[in-house]
T-cell receptor
Framework: SYELTQPPSVSVSPGQTARITCSGD??????GYWYQQKSGQAPLLVIY???ERPSGIPERFSGSSSGTTVTFTISGVQAEDEADYYC???????????FGGGTKLTVL | QVQLVQSGAEVKKPGASVKVSCKAS????????INWVRQATGQGLEWMGW????????GSTQNFQGRVTMTRNTSISTAYMELSSLRSEDTAVYYC???????????????????WGQGTLITVSS
């Protein structure tokens, strides 16, 4: 089965930069996507196709890709950014969608 | 605005079946796949499968093959996910999500999910 690996947790102080990585072999062939999930809410798409930002998503949210790793970055973290973040992609054939295990972002 | 609205929470006994609905609005229902994702309490997201509302073709992970049925009623822009032979481990919030692809996407390209329904809590308990 195909897997995406994320760190379980990341902690940053307000105003600092938070980076969350997601690794998986098929990421060299597939785009990575990122979702924000606040407590008790449905996930919200925040980055698509590695580095595209949907309408309405703050500019401080960005994404990048290198080899088999995609990275989600929040520049100038705010208290409201505290949430779980999930990466998503698919196997190289596009048959099976997979999510990373999620990263809990704590704003100190 | 584009929106997916799901049916309400349900409590089921082990061995029973449950059917969750997902009503789409704000876009052409048959133009986008509907995907189903579940999340057990305190756990991560687990993709279950997809349905093409135009063709009613479906696909699901091995974990759910034989137990999940995805259907739709195009006249009311509503997708359904039925899960049978429920067990306690199926207790979770179930989400529907619209699968998006760009016009330049190849068939093998992964979709992204936007928007998501609000989620439906299914509790399996004797």
């Amino acid at each position: 089965s195909y897997e995406l690996t994320q760190p379980p947790s990341v902690s940053v102080s307000p105003g600092q930069t938070a980076r969350i990585t997601c690794s998986g072999d098929a990421l060299s062939k597939q785009y990575g996507y990122w979702y924000q999930q606040k407590s008790g809410q449905a996930p919200l798409l925040v980055i698509y196709k590695d580095n595209e930002r949907p309408s309405g998503i703050p500019e401080r949210f960005s994404g990048s890709s290198s080899g088999t790793t995609v990275t989600f970055t929040i520049s100038g973290v705010q208290a409201e950014d505290e949430a779980d973040y999930y990466c998503q992609s698919a196997d190289s054939s596009g048959t099976y969608v997979v999510f990373g295990g999620g990263t809990k972002l704590t704003v100190l | 605005q584009v929106q997916l609205v799901q049916s309400g929470a349900e409590v089921k006994k082990p061995g029973a079946s449950v059917k969750v609905s997902c009503k789409a609005s704000g876009y052409t229902f048959t133009s986008y796949e509907i995907n189903w994702v579940r999340q057990a309490t305190g756990q991560g997201l687990e993709w279950m499968g997809w349905m093409n509302p135009n063709s009613e073709n479906t696909g699901s992970t091995q974990n759910f093959q034989g137990r999940v049925t995805m259907t739709r009623n195009t006249s009311i822009s509503t997708a359904y996910m039925e899960l049978s032979s429920l067990r306690s481990e199926d207790t979770a919030v179930y989400y529907c999500a619209r699968g998006c692809r760009s016009s330049s996407s190849t068939p093998a390209a992964s979709p992204w999910f936007d928007p998501w329904g609000q989620g439906t809590l299914i509790t399996v308990s004797s």
